[in-house]
């Protein structure tokens, strides 16, 4: 085969290139090494330096107006019973959390949670593969240029959205549940503006959109006309109450009581849809 | 080492001198004799590299400094570090705010983390842009991928272990996009909760993977990226005037008149004159 013959060739002159005109690692290449080192040894240390001392003790440090540069130390310690606890991945896993936001639950969503990342890996480790020809000056290799910037700027736009994704506040929502019910037509059914409120406060319009409100996230759908789906009261308990069993592994089982279930059930019954 | 000392100079050691010389080297001979690793490492030292390697290329030892800062740190960290849901909230507290400097090495511990992530993407930008993966080097560009794999394992595993609001909810959901994967994904979440909640097997769990497992993959796998590094050589910049950069063939052979290595060679660099009709 000429190809991998002129391969062996061209290696073998870079191995004898290197032994007649290369410089030794030590001291040369080393000293770079080093400096680069000592680098990101004091980058490290800086960047714990400034989040200790721009933090405080109390987990609550860095809410509203005394900001800390690099977040707070810790949160509250976890709380299963939480509703209203909106989760975030550490940053580099952003540009993932956006994209579930991208992807609607339940027909599309494996491709934002699995498929892209997937086909992404695949991508990578068949590069050598994919791209066999030995030229590796940028100018002639304008393909592996324009993915390369591609590939970054989507990484990049996405982390930045992940990044600057707003939540709404609780008590955000919870001003616009009483349009909501006039909306919706559930102004006198009690359990159901119960359930609106409750729907609100806890954190579920960080995934799920309702009537504008809210951003849509891990592929969660709208609920704007969910009971124009005819589904029983119990359906809706039961479902909220553990997800998983209908095969829902993505919503994260909440420890609302009997009762709340009740009245987010009757929240979801009675919203057929805007008026 | 000590075989090959000229005694040409005159100057005559003094037998005490000498004798203290040699019971220096000693030691250095005997693990030599017996391992052969002196020789083994003055071959790391001493290996050639392109005269033209550029600073970009520091990236690569700078993320495996940045690992080994996490190494180091989280030794210091399991120390201290309780993993169970009872305690574990409160031994980062204690670690964050009691243990003399455990703000620092925590500290250090977190960020370093995402200078590792980072300093692993810049280091593959770098191979990319460089062409350095392709032929001989595509197995060390895998190794390189699963490397970033496990580094990023190492993120998600260790982000729970705080066990604060935003490491449990987090997680949860970590684990539930795992477990929307098509056959396997439901097996992979149970296998990451060790059980139907998150909790204490949880907490264990992770904690295992995260300071056994993956790291222990990933010290294998630094291993044979940096073996296969001295094994096959480092790359120069694709636009170097060396002859070390230009892994196409030319037809004039390269000029190795007497020229030191590292320095300016403008004879070699006119014979060398790449017109890229050989790519």
Redesign the interface.
């Known amino acids: 085969m000429a190809a991998l013959d002129?391969?062996r060739?061209?290696?073998q002159?870079?191995?004898?290139?290197?032994?007649?005109?290369?410089?030794?690692?030590?001291p040369?290449?080393?000293f770079?090494?080093t400096?680069?080192?000592l680098?990101?040894?004091c980058?490290?240390?800086g960047?714990?330096?400034v989040?200790?001392f721009t933090s405080g003790?109390n987990?609550d440090t860095c809410g509203g107006k005394d900001s800390c540069l690099?977040g707070p130390?810790?949160?509250?310690?976890?709380?299963?019973g939480?509703t209203n606890?909106?989760?975030?991945?550490?940053?580099?896993?952003y540009f993932?959390f956006y994209l579930?936001r991208i992807f609607k639950w339940p027909n599309s969503?494996?491709l934002g949670?699995?498929g892209i990342p997937t086909i992404l890996?695949i991508i990578?480790?068949a590069?050598?593969?994919l791209?066999?020809?030995?030229?590796?000056?940028?100018w002639?290799?304008p393909v592996?240029v324009i993915a390369?910037v591609l590939v970054?700027l989507s990484m990049g736009v996405l982390t930045y959205r992940g990044a600057t994704a707003k939540e709404a506040l609780a008590a955000e929502v919870k001003a616009a549940v009483p349009r909501w019910a006039a909306r919706q037509g559930f102004t006198d059914n009690k359990d159901a503006v119960a359930g609106a409120n409750l729907f609100a406060v806890s954190g579920c319009t960080s995934c799920h959109t309702y009537l504008g409100t809210g951003s849509s996230n891990?592929g969660a759908p709208d609920l704007s006309a969910e009971g124009a789906k005819g589904k029983p009261k119990t359906f809706y308990h039961d479902y909220i109450r553990d997800p998983?069993k209908f095969g829902n592994?993505?919503?994260?089982?909440f420890g609302f009581s009997d009762e709340q279930l009740n009245q987010l059930a009757a929240f979801l019954t009675s919203s057929k849809g805007p008026k | 080492m000590a075989t090959a000392t000229p005694t040409t100079r005159p100057p005559k050691k003094s037998a005490r001198r000498q004798k203290v010389e040699s019971a220096l080297i000693y030691p250095v001979d005997w693990l030599e004799e017996r391992s052969g690793l002196v020789g083994g490492i003055k071959y790391f030292l001493f290996r050639k590299v392109p005269a033209d390697t550029n600073w970009m290329q520091t990236l690569g030892s700078a993320t495996l400094t940045a690992f080994i800062v996490q190494a180091v740190t989280g030794v210091i960290l399991a120390m201290y570090y309780q993993p169970h849901p009872d305690t574990a909230y409160q031994s980062i507290q204690h670690i964050t705010n009691d243990v003399t400097l455990g703000w620092l090495v925590r500290g250090m511990h977190r960020w370093g983390a995402s200078v590792f992530i980072i300093l692993m993407f810049f280091h593959m930008a770098r191979v990319f842009l460089f062409g350095a993966y392709k032929y001989p080097r595509e197995l060390n560009w895998i190794v390189g991928v699963m490397l970033l794999a496990l580094g990023m394992l190492e993120g998600f595993t260790g982000y729970l272990l705080p066990w604060d609001q935003t490491a449990y909810w987090a997680t949860i959901v970590g684990i539930n996009i795992n477990g929307t994967a098509p056959v396997l994904g439901p097996f992979i979440a149970q296998f990451l909760r060790g059980g139907a909640e998150i909790g204490t097997d949880t907490l264990s769990r992770f904690y295992s993977l995260h300071m056994l497992l993956i790291p222990g993959g990933i010290i294998g796998l630094i291993t044979l990226h940096l073996y296969l590094v001295v094994r096959l050589g480092v790359t120069s910049p694709p636009w170097s005037k060396e002859a070390a950069g230009a892994t196409w063939v030319d037809d004039e052979p390269p000029s190795t008149n007497g020229h030191r290595a590292g320095l300016t060679r403008p004879a070699a660099r006119a014979s060398l004159r790449r017109d890229g009709s050989g790519s």
Request: glycine content about 2%; aromatic content about 14%; hydrophobic content about 45%.
């Open positions: 002129e391969r060739a061209g290696f002159k870079y191995k004898d290139d290197v032994k007649n005109r290369g410089k030794p690692f030590f040369y290449a080393m770079h090494d400096v680069m080192s680098v990101v040894v980058v490290i240390i960047l714990a330096c989040w200790y003790e987990p690099l130390r810790y949160s509250e310690p976890a709380d299963p939480t606890f909106v989760p975030r991945p550490d940053w580099y896993f993932l579930l969503v494996i949670t699995v890996l990578l480790i590069l050598p593969f791209d066999t020809r030995l030229e590796r000056r940028l002639r290799r592996a390369a970054v891990q998983s592994n993505v919503m994260p089982k």
